[in-house]
């Protein structure tokens, strides 16, 4: 992958949310590890959501440009918008827009980006007012400028807190790669199959069984299990005793048995996870380690999770990986370590809502070169990956971007919200219905 595939998204007519200061961004990046709980306690303005657009190179200095209220349209309905721009169709230059009263913006590659994007978006209702933070807070994970933001205002060295240009770099790294690895996978593949399925489908499947071990170790259901997580749980109609856990994931073994599960939790919203989880985006820069590198609190855990699954091997035993949203990073890299050099130590790997947005730099090392097309990694017949439709942090936006995929094959479910709840797509909860 060269240096100019990891510049940014380019043409890609993707959009971008962007906080409009640094204040904004410390208020909401304690939250914005994949969460929209919060807007659920407050009462959304009614009236319509109006937008305004301009010219994204407008100006010597684009900070002064926005400044300046000529370059902007007049203030109106997005389908109003969404026509304005249409007429715009033949002029190749990038188009920032906002939402009057809100201090966000979004930017796209062209005109004809930001009308599809906003004829889709009063299609299903623009999210207007205090609904439209919990976007805003997964979109400071999303875009260059937001990440770059929070990485320095939370770093645990003097010298990276006032390295603006630094942080800027990771940032446009991490932003970029989701994008360039959804390009690259465009092509179909005969092992990384994607297909719609039902709720059915998940329910028949061992992946609605281990969504229970999760759930006991997800701080965002149960705040109290981060650190003491239940001794045992009854799932698949059997016993399974806690064996082993850190504080982003847990062991679990079979009463009386040889199977093994690895369970590794979600992120819950707060700062801590956001700055050390193993599937942040940010943790390498905060914490002053090269993001090619796999992250500690893995690291710390793989060596003992390789040797249980061996004794649980040569006993006869299964082992299964499961994880949700950020916790699917660290999931898969299990899965892809257990099942490396033709070692038969993984059962199968579920992957609920996995942030393949947030997808890491040194997922390289377990994939390897060519891992979607000539070469796939062995764990890829053994992973499934489940995808609420219209998740941004794993599936993709509504009517638009396509969030890259992990290895093996992808079942996208039903959307289960639309409107101005998008991102209630991702909540765990879905998995756990009865």
């Not at 993707?14 to 906080?19: L, N, S």
């Not at 990986?321 to 130590?345: F, H, M, N």
């Not at 790997?349 to 890491?360: D, E, G, I, K, S």
């Amino acid at each position: 992958m060269s240096s100019a595939d990891l510049a940014g998204p380019g043409e890609e007519d993707v959009c971008r949310t962007i906080a409009a200061n640094e204040s904004e961004v410390g208020e909401l990046g304690a939250g914005a590890a994949g969460r929209a709980d919060d807007a659920e306690d407050a009462a959304p303005p009614q009236e319509e959501a109006r937008v305004k657009w301009m010219w994204g190179d407008a100006g010597v200095v684009s900070g002064l440009a926005r400044l300046n209220p000529m370059r902007w349209s007049a203030a109106m309905e997005p389908g109003a918008a969404a026509a304005d721009l249409a007429k715009q169709e033949g002029k190749a230059r990038p188009v920032e827009l906002a939402v009057v009263g809100q201090k966000y913006r979004l930017e796209f590659a062209s005109a004809a980006a930001a009308a599809s994007w906003l004829s889709a978006a009063g299609n299903v209702g623009l999210p207007s007012g205090y609904e439209f933070t919990g976007l805003v807070g997964v979109g400071l994970f999303l875009s260059s400028e937001g990440l770059a933001v929070f990485c320095r205002m939370h770093a645990r060295t003097p010298y990276l807190q006032r390295n603006f240009i630094m942080a800027y770099a990771y940032a446009r790294r991490t932003v970029a790669l989701p994008y360039v690895l959804a390009k690259e996978q465009r092509h179909v593949s005969d092992v990384h199959t994607r297909r719609d399925a039902v709720w059915a489908d998940f329910d028949a499947s061992d992946a609605r069984w281990l969504t229970a071990f999760v759930a006991a170790s997800d701080s965002e259901n149960a705040p109290e299990t981060k650190f003491t997580r239940p001794e045992s749980l009854t799932a698949a109609g059997r016993e399974w005793k806690r064996v082993r856990m850190s504080e982003y994931h847990t062991e679990w073994r079979a009463a009386g048995g040889a199977d093994h599960v690895v369970a590794w939790r979600g992120g819950d919203g707060g700062l801590g996870d956001a700055c050390d989880h193993p599937g942040s985006p940010c943790g390498a820069f905060i914490n002053g380690e090269p993001d090619d590198a796999v992250p500690p609190a893995l690291r710390k855990q793989l060596p003992g999770i390789a040797a249980m699954a061996e004794k649980a091997a040569a006993e006869g035993g299964k082992v299964y990986v499961v994880g949700y949203s950020q916790g699917g990073i660290p999931a898969v890299a299990t899965a892809l370590a257990l099942a490396a050099d033709g070692e038969d130590r993984l059962h199968a790997a579920h992957l609920l809502n996995a942030a393949t947005m947030f997808w890491p730099r040194w997922m390289g090392a377990y994939l390897g070169t060519d891992w979607w097309g000539a070469a796939p990694p062995p764990a890829a017949a053994r992973t499934t990956s489940w995808l609420v439709r219209d998740d941004p942090l794993s599936e993709g936006v509504p009517g638009g971007f396509r969030a890259p995929q992990f290895p093996g094959k992808a079942l996208v479910l039903p959307r289960a919200a639309g409107g101005k709840q998008v991102m209630d797509n991702h909540k765990f909860a879905h998995f756990c219905r009865e």
